[in-house]
């Protein structure tokens, strides 16, 4: 099954983008009434076969629509300081698309090496594990915020903040709620300061351990992420 992804797929006869359609073409080999999958990242999965087999405009045929294909029961946002090494966090970015997550916002802290992100750059490996993992929804990446900023963006439903150290943790597969929706904040290498710490909670954000082990950031974020959709199935 190849899944090729394109923004719209209102019309039956569409055309792949120049480089979808090299890959289609040049590196799949792939011809006339090949079958192939396309989605929109909105949930729509569309069964498809080649018309044109072109390198720079391949064109296809939708032959079958599935809406809502394979919608999730719950829905997770995941808040994560970036790394400072880029390649890491792309990792995560990678492995929680495979895994399946819905929103996924970088957060900047008062001990965070990278201020910074590329959007443009991490979307790219957002679309690629989209399309390896064959789902129809691309996660929502959002631009990098500054903590103080996002914690005061409501939210309806769980919210919870994982760090190193304190006595008031639960785990979270025991304080989180399947079919809820849930928001969950890792921080930076140097985990959060204790001044964000005591302002979190105050918007409500619940304080959670994701076990005994110290874990890294993007493992820390991983955890979570592995913890909620275990829990959901």
Not at 63 to 92: C, D, G
Not at 120 to 149: C, F, G, H, T
Not at 166 to 193: C, N, Q
């Amino acid at each position: 099954m190849q899944l090729f992804y394109l923004n719209s797929l209102e019309s039956d006869i569409q055309e792949l983008p120049k480089e979808e359609s090299n890959h289609c073409v040049k590196v799949l080999r792939m011809g006339v009434d090949d079958e192939l999958y396309l989605t929109d990242g909105e949930g729509t999965m569309c069964r498809a076969k080649i018309i044109l087999p072109d390198a720079k405009r391949c064109t296809v045929q939708i032959v079958e629509r599935m809406l809502n294909y394979q919608k999730r029961n719950h829905y997770m946002h995941l808040a994560v300081a970036p790394t400072k090494n880029i390649s890491r966090f792309e990792w995560f970015l990678e492995k929680a698309v495979e895994a399946g997550v819905d929103e996924i916002t970088p957060i900047i802290c008062e001990h965070s090496e990278r201020t910074s992100v590329n959007l443009e750059r991490l979307d790219k490996v957002v679309v690629a594990a989209m399309k390896q993992s064959l789902k129809a929804y691309k996660p929502r990446l959002n631009e990098a915020i500054k903590l103080q900023n996002f914690m005061n963006i409501p939210f309806q439903g769980q919210k919870y903040v994982a760090y190193c150290e304190g006595d008031d943790r639960k785990h979270l597969k025991e304080a989180y709620t399947p079919a809820v929706p849930v928001v969950v904040m890792i921080g930076p290498e140097g985990d959060f300061s204790k001044k964000e710490i005591e302002a979190l909670a105050q918007c409500g954000y619940s304080p959670i351990s994701l076990g005994q082990c110290r874990l890294r950031t993007e493992t820390a974020a991983l955890a979570a992420c592995f913890h909620i959709n275990f829990m959901n199935e």
